[in-house]
């Protein structure tokens, strides 16, 4: 079992920054590849970046690249996600996600089966 827990969202005017922390439990979180999604009012959830296990690899949707940047302490068992220029369209509501089933980095949610309560996010114009 994992429980993820996230921190850091917020309301910020746009152009502003924030950073999101996700805590994992258990001992086995620098194995597994971890992901940020999110879900804004009346859409589907998005992905948004996500960290190979030993942090080699990243990977950003489009729409954050070059603005977030994906991080993780494996002593700490924590994943950030560090978001600037924040836009009125980054409002939603961001999620952690751990994978136990590809070793390899993913974009794709099914591929994780934990994930935390999510964090509110509010960019104001």
């Known amino acids: 079992q994992v429980q993820l827990v996230e921190s850091g969202g917020g309301l910020v005017q746009a152009g502003g920054s924030l950073r999101l922390s996700c805590e994992a439990s258990?001992?086995?979180?620098?194995?597994?590849?971890m992901g940020w999604f999110r879900q804004a009012p009346g859409k589907e959830r998005e992905f948004v970046a996500a960290?190979?296990?030993?942090?080699?690899?990243?990977t950003y949707a489009d729409s954050v690249k070059a603005r977030f940047t994906i991080s993780r302490d494996n002593a700490k068992n924590t994943v950030y996600l560090q978001m600037n220029s924040l836009k009125p369209e980054d409002t939603a509501v961001y999620s952690c996600?751990?994978?136990?089933?590809?070793?390899?980095?993913?974009?794709?949610?099914?591929?994780?089966?934990?994930w935390g309560q999510g964090t509110q996010v509010t960019v104001s114009s």
């Open positions: 996600a751990a994978s136990t089933i590809r070793a390899a980095i993913t974009r794709e949610p099914y591929d994780y089966d934990y």
């Open positions: 258990g001992r086995t979180f620098s194995s597994k590849t």
């Open positions: 960290i190979s296990p030993s942090s080699g690899s990243t």
